[in-house]
């Protein structure tokens, strides 16, 4: 199998980040050669759709077909915006793209830019990428220097101005709306859609956002085909993806693999599950995502399909592995208290939801649950699912869901015998 | 009429930095970098006072509310004095199955304080942080809304403690940018 | 058109529509769909999630005040999937929300309330702790119950949106997220109240009626807002007569008028009804004998004022006699006073009380304003605004003038004063009183300066005036862009109205509209001025529309004249003239001043004979004629006003009566409005009207220093003044100092806080001392110091003064 061949291609380089070892792997040379040989950018665009690249933000949207929406025949100004506000629990991947390999970040940004014809592009950091944000900042100077960025790119003519810009503390400002407010250096509220982005986005210009890892993959792509890249996953889940694995495996980390390879084997390569302990549950694309007992994830390959016939989804690529020790409901409460501490206050079902929620699991685990507390639980989530704004709705509602549909022998013994199951078997 | 009060004024070491954020954004949209405004008087001063805040708002020439929101928006906005040293600990699931809680417990025993106090020689400051993206290399703690220090153990955080304590008798904060 | 289903009726809407709009304007008995955070004045928030509805086809419910409707669509706002999500959401809202409605005062008009009756289902699954929010103190007109706010943001959206203050914000995330002002402080905005009607739950309620009464304790009436020219429409609440208390107004709220005040209504209007009951105000009518008041029955005040009245016209003809009515009083009020003293032989009638230029008044228009433009302040793209604190005076024109800005309308202001509108304004001429005027002459001369023949038929002064000015970069652009634009309209305000030099400033404005096809329109600081000429409550016009050849003497000259006898109705002249010196020392030489007066003073109690206690407008009956020349009429709230008071018209009859004039009598308002109709209606033709002379130019000194001297917005009229709250408000030690800019403090050689005495430009002036403080909104050369205010008596609210250090 082969690892780290897109966004992490410098890794195995002492100071991957270098720009000097960002050329020696091939780097800004599909800039240059879209630019010297005046590649039409539908043709690049092509390219994108062929290559099946889905956004590796959460929701998995068709690169190439988001690139479409903006129209690039109207004078007005566009943009262009890169999201590295990265928050989702159990996601790490962008930072260390941004750590390990800030150029070519940078040159997909340009070959994005270029295809879609916006000049000026944000590139937007969660606030507590301070070191992450420095080395960008780094890599840009250097661009600039270079003559990748600014007016009249290597002489094409084409311009592109690139900043780096940072939040404060907001999961929401993830959210492509939230992070355009943020931007404006507003509340990270999001936006009623429609309109979408594409039509009213940054200071209500057309705008596309893409997350990192998916900006990042584009000059790959170029190098080495679409059908290459399309090759490496399985249908219409194009290419390689980063895996943050974490919880209980014996080597967390993040691993490039391609699309649809089998959980199992990705859990080898993360050393297996820690203390020899069995695996109980895996929660595979970030917090939000419905969780999925061990034994099912075992069966099921890492891909946007796959992962979707099992029931959850692909989202981000973390994957949270719990062992058998794991208290269900303990693990839910600390997932529905992340979810009430970020909602961003503007809808009554999150708003109020998220709050109750938290406090149903919390009293569950505290053994002060009742009977009918778990069909006020299902009720609840389903009150919120669907009925937001944002998909923070659902965020909060899947894992609730999902815990209950997979555990919920372990949520009634709480509220039974006023303790954990988990527990007192290990005792 | 009113409008007598005395305007606190931004210090032009403090407005040269904004400046420079300003000019990543078109001119008509200054508002765009309240919340660098923000973060950089943060580091400056350890938090934002109201007057500040409303100095930053004269500045980017904003309604107060405008500033306000946004600071009281962002988690990582002190509105208050806290400590020289910000310590936060992610509490979320990754960080929460690999004993995070242990290293609540064992910093605010070590500290003498709970879960979002200053100690009271001023020094350090605990703090729930959401998750802070470092989750395979989990728990996480962040110091100052910059530095992780990644698996920390109770061994690790009474070394950071120790060389902190070291540090924080300088005095001083570093660069306002 | 687009043509679409809500369930199951086939309607049409405007294309653009959202379905919350279509269904709301098919009617309620097509579908009413629930919601908080949607207003048909704000802004689309589409958070409170109340309003989801089903779409066919639709993957999940949506929100219909967000969803534009298309053609062919089929909404269901009952089916189950609507029913199940408006229950959910009703259920979220109700968690943290208390239910103690009973004990609340919103309990019984609050639309949380009245929804959560129609879904049954209450949330008695939900028992972890409620949440609960510090209350914030914004100020002495509304009262915050924080916790039991559902985060609408109807209010922080109208703060902004129409009130142009970001007062309120939410704070906070989540649901920590509160709303609140930033640093704990009284709202500044004069229109704060709204967020009181806007606000669906008990949240935001108003302070001076907390507690008073229970809504199903009240009965509205329909009425008109007194104290400005807009008219707004209100309707008042009164609580039954009991046995502990006879009946009482309770409470002001707005009415919609789509034309006028749409669903806002200033807190002027809102809360001037705290003033009702004021000790100052008169219960029974009083007579003062051998220097001693005392309190009588009608019968006997009556006979005393006709005698006393009477005497002085025996012995020192009617030409002895001067009249002075309040331009807030009604139109039947001014037509009577006039009537009444005319059939006296009493030729000094006025109500121009803060006038001060009276040339050319015979010039001036038959009807005060005939510009229908209020409606279309928000589609006109270019305002001149000559003399006026607009949003003191005039806070929801002033909104609507602010809707128009927010969609790009520009705003050049001439004003003494660099005001706070909150509103962005594209030009501004920042210039003392006499300054105004040049700067409007030098957007003339940019206009048409060359053209002679223009200017030749133009009076001598206003030509040369003309003439003299070496227009500025800022006057050009003005007059560059009123000339651009398609329908520019010229506003004069009440310091216009108040300048030494109004009709310089009136033959400018017109001048310059005809010039460039623009509308003028001249704001007044009082609810009836146009009824008042109406009325002809006017020294120099019948009522028939015949000038008078020899004009008796206006309001300024009469008490510069010190008559005899003088008859006041609805003022207190120390406050509310112009000349409140002036005032104070002839009223106090007359021999015999007969009040008619809802409000007594200290000063009153010196100078008058017999007080008639009289209705305010809010108990009153008649109408009045706003700023557009509309014509409203209200009938009495209440059965009767207050204690032993009587609507005035009543008290004017009479009055005539008792003096045995024919013709008086009137059995009901109707009847009087009636007569006055059929006047009115009189085709009132125009006389060709030879010109007259305008004064000459002033001599401008560089040392001549002039003052600006606004009525604050709760100094205006009698009933603001005693309304407790607004008071509160206004902070008069903060409006009692003497503010100047650097360059004249300089001058001056005086600094902040120093102590100086002003007095006006005459040799026996009163001096005032007052504190320096230095402000860089007053103009070059002038002082700002407001009027209205106790113990500060200037003549002239905008004319020369002297400073003294
Ligand atoms: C609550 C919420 C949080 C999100 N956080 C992130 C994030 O941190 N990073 C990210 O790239 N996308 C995030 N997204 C998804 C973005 O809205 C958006 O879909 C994505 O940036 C698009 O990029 P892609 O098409 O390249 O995936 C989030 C979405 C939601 C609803
Ligand atoms: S769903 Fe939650 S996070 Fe999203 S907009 Fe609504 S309140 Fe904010
Ligand atoms: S009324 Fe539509 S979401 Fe609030």
């Known amino acids: 199998m082969q690892h780290n061949i897109v966004c992490f291609r410098t890794r195995h380089l002492d100071q991957p980040w270098s720009l000097e070892n960002y050329r020696s792997v091939g780097g800004y040379k599909q800039l240059e050669r879209i630019l010297n040989d005046k590649i039409p950018p539908e043709h690049i665009l092509e390219r994108i759709k062929q290559s099946a690249l889905r956004g590796r933000g959460g929701a998995g949207f068709p690169t190439g077909l988001k690139w479409s929406f903006l129209s690039r025949g109207k004078p007005i100004q566009k943009y262009l915006i890169c999201n590295s506000d990265e928050g989702e629990p159990g996601t790490c991947k962008d930072h260390d793209i941004l750590m390990l390999n800030p150029h070519q970040l940078i040159e997909g940004m340009i070959i994005a830019a270029y295809v879609l014809g916006t000049t000026v592009g944000y590139h937007y950091l969660r606030g507590e990428f301070w070191h992450a944000f420095q080395r960008c900042e780094q890599a840009i100077k250097e661009a600039y220097q270079e003559g990748y960025l600014g007016k009249n790119i290597l002489g094409s003519g084409v311009d592109f101005d690139l900043y780096n810009t940072l939040g404060a503390g907001a999961y929401i400002c993830g959210e492509e709306t939230a992070l355009i407010e943020s931007i404006e250096g507003k509340r990270g509220w999001p936006r009623f859609k429609p309109p979408f982005p594409a039509n009213y986005g940054l200071y209500g210009l057309p705008t596309t956002i893409n997350n990192t890892e998916t900006l990042a993959s584009v000059p790959v792509i170029l190098q080495h085909g679409a059908k290459w890249f399309a090759h490496l996953g399985g249908k219409e889940n194009g290419g390689s993806k980063i895996f943050s694995i974490s919880g209980h495996v014996n080597q967390p980390g993040n691993y490039e693999i391609p699309l649809g390879t089998p959980f199992s084997e990705l859990l080898n390569i993360a050393g297996g599950v820690w203390k020899n302990a069995r695996i109980k549950a895996v929660i595979p694309g970030g917090s939000s995502m419905p969780v999925l007992p061990g034994e099912v994830m075992k069966r099921t390959r890492l891909d946007y399909d796959s992962l979707s016939k099992a029931g959850s989804m692909l989202g981000t690529g973390a994957i949270i592995v719990m062992d058998e020790h794991t208290c269900m409901v303990n693990a839910l409460a600390c997932i529905t208290e992340f979810y009430y501490e970020e909602s961003c206050g503007q809808c009554t079902p999150c708003r109020e939801g998220s709050g109750w929620v938290t406090r149903l699991i919390k009293r569950i685990e505290a053994g002060q649950g009742k009977p009918g507390d778990l069909d006020c639980l299902e009720q609840i989530a389903k009150g919120i699912e669907g009925r937001t704004i944002c998909a923070f709705g659902e965020a909060i509602a899947w894992p609730v869901r999902s815990f209950l549909k997979h555990f919920r022998a372990e949520f009634e013994y709480h509220i039974e015998h006023g303790c954990c199951q988990v527990a007192a078997r290990v005792r | 009429m009113s409008s007598e009060e005395q305007i606190i004024q931004l210090t032009p070491e403090i407005c040269q930095a904004i400046d420079q954020w300003v000019l990543k954004y078109p001119p008509e949209q200054k508002r765009s970098a309240v919340l660098a405004g923000l973060r950089i008087i943060q580091r400056a001063y350890g938090w934002l006072s109201d007057e500040r805040m409303r100095a930053l708002a004269e500045y980017l020439d904003l309604p107060p509310m405008d500033v306000y929101e946004v600071a009281s928006f962002y988690s990582m906005y002190e509105r208050k004095p806290i400590g020289r040293y910000k310590l936060a600990v992610c509490m979320n699931i990754s960080c929460h199955l690999c004993g995070s809680d242990n290293i609540i417990k064992h910093l605010e025993s070590r500290l003498g304080i709970c879960m979002g106090e200053t100690t009271s020689d001023g020094l350090f400051t605990l703090r729930r942080a959401e998750c802070l993206a470092a989750c395979t290399d989990a728990p996480i703690l962040q110091v100052d809304d910059r530095d992780y220090y990644k698996r920390v153990t109770p061994e690790i955080i009474d070394q950071v403690l120790e060389q902190l304590h070291q540090a924080g008798r300088k005095k001083g904060r570093d660069d306002a940018t | ?805």
């Open chain 3, 1 to 805: 058109m687009i043509k679409f289903e809500i369930d199951g009726k086939k309607i049409q809407a405007k294309s653009g529509s959202t379905i919350i709009e279509a269904a709301d304007a098919a009617g309620v008995d097509v579908s009413h769909i629930p919601r908080f955070c949607y207003h048909s004045k704000l802004s689309i928030a589409a958070s409170c999630r109340m309003c989801l509805v089903e779409v066919e086809n639709g993957r999940k419910p949506l929100p219909a005040c967000a969803t534009t409707v298309t053609a062919g669509m089929k909404i269901y706002t009952k089916s189950h999937q609507a029913m199940q999500a408006q229950k959910e959401v009703m259920s979220f809202l109700l968690i943290n929300h208390p239910l103690d409605c009973p004990i609340c005062d919103q309990g019984g008009e609050c639309e949380l309330q009245d929804l959560s009756m129609g879904y049954g289902r209450t949330s008695t699954s939900f028992i972890e702790g409620k949440r609960s929010i510090k209350d914030k103190d914004i100020g002495p007109l509304i009262a915050t119950e924080m916790t039991r706010c559902i985060h609408c943001t109807r209010c922080v959206r109208f703060c902004s949106e129409i009130a142009g203050l970001r007062e309120l914000g939410i704070l906070g995330r989540g649901e920590h997220s509160e709303i609140s002002t930033y640093v704990e402080h009284s709202m500044q905005s004069e229109l704060a109240g709204n967020i009181i009607d806007l606000c669906p739950v008990g949240a935001l309620t108003s302070k001076p009626f907390r507690f008073k009464a229970r809504a199903w304790e009240l009965r509205a009436r329909a009425g008109i807002a007194g104290h400005d020219c807009l008219g707004s429409n209100i309707n008042i609440h009164i609580k039954r007569e009991s046995d502990s208390q006879p009946e009482r107004i309770m409470r002001v709220v707005s009415r919609t008028n789509e034309k006028l005040n749409e669903t806002w209504l200033s807190d002027r209007d809102r809360f001037s009804y705290t003033g009702l009951y004021h000790a100052d105000r008169l219960a029974r009518p009083m007579i003062k004998q051998i220097g001693k008041w005392q309190e009588t029955d009608w019968e006997t005040a009556l006979t005393v004022a006709t005698q006393k009245l009477q005497n002085v016209i025996a012995q020192n003809g009617a030409q002895a006699v001067g009249g002075l009515i309040s331009p807030n009083s009604t139109v039947e009020e001014c037509y009577l006073f006039q009537a009444w003293l005319r059939s006296l032989g009493v030729p000094h009638i006025d109500h121009r009380i803060r006038q001060s230029d009276f040339d050319h008044q015979i010039q001036s228009p038959l009807v005060w304003s005939t510009c229908k433009c209020v409606q279309s302040l928000e589609e006109t793209t270019s305002f001149l605004l000559i003399g006026s604190f607009i949003r003191e005076e005039q806070p929801l024109i002033t909104s609507r003038i602010r809707k128009a800005t927010q969609g790009g309308a520009r705003v050049h202001v001439i004003n003494p004063v660099d005001f706070d509108f909150h509103l962005t304004l594209t030009n501004r001429c920042i210039v003392s009183p006499w300054g105004m005027v040049c700067s409007l002459a030098a957007i003339a001369q940019v206009l048409f300066g060359n053209d002679k023949k223009k200017l030749n038929i133009m009076p001598k002064p206003i030509a040369e005036l003309i003439r003299q000015q070496k227009p500025n970069t800022v006057e050009h652009d003005i007059a560059r862009d009123l000339q651009q634009d398609k329908a520019p309209l010229i506003l004069l305000g009440a310091l216009a109205q108040a300048h030494p030099y109004f009709s310089y400033l009136r033959v400018l404005s017109e001048t310059i509209a005809i010039e460039i096809g623009a509308k003028t329109l001249h704001l007044t600081d009082s609810a009836n001025e146009a009824g008042a000429w109406l009325a002809t409550a006017l020294p120099h016009r019948r009522i028939d529309g015949v000038s008078i050849k020899e004009p008796g003497y206006n309001a300024k000259a009469m008490l510069a004249k010190t008559l005899k006898s003088y008859c006041l109705f609805g003022l207190e002249p120390t406050y509310d003239s112009a000349y409140p010196e002036l005032a104070r020392t002839a009223l106090q030489q007359a021999e015999c001043v007969i009040v008619c007066s809802a409000f007594k003073n200290k000063a009153m109690l010196e100078y008058a004979d017999v007080l008639l206690p009289i209705a305010t407008h809010l108990e009153n009956e008649g109408s009045f004629v706003n700023i557009e020349g509309t014509r409203q009429s209200f009938q009495r709230s209440v059965n009767k006003p207050f204690a032993e008071a009587r609507c005035g018209w009543k008290v004017l009859r009479v009055l005539a009566n008792f003096m045995g004039r024919p013709g008086f009598d009137y059995q009901t308002v109707l009847e009087l409005s009636s007569e006055l109709s059929r006047n009115l209606e009189n085709d009132l033709q125009s006389e060709h009207i030879p010109p007259v002379d305008f004064k000459p130019l002033p001599t401008v000194s560089d040392n001549t220093v002039w003052r600006c001297g606004y009525w604050p917005i709760y100094r205006n009229d009698s009933l603001v003044r005693r309304a407790e709250p607004l008071q509160v408000l206004t902070v008069e030690q903060d409006l009692a100092k003497l503010r100047l800019g650097a360059a004249l403090a300089t001058h001056l050689k005086v600094n902040n806080g120093d102590r100086v005495s002003v007095s006006s430009d005459h040799p026996d002036a009163k001096p005032v001392t007052l504190q320096v403080l230095i402000d860089q909104r007053i103009a070059d050369a002038t002082v700002c110091l407001p009027s209205g205010l106790p113990d500060i008596a200037i003549n002239g609210p905008l004319s020369v003064v002297r400073i003294t250090t």
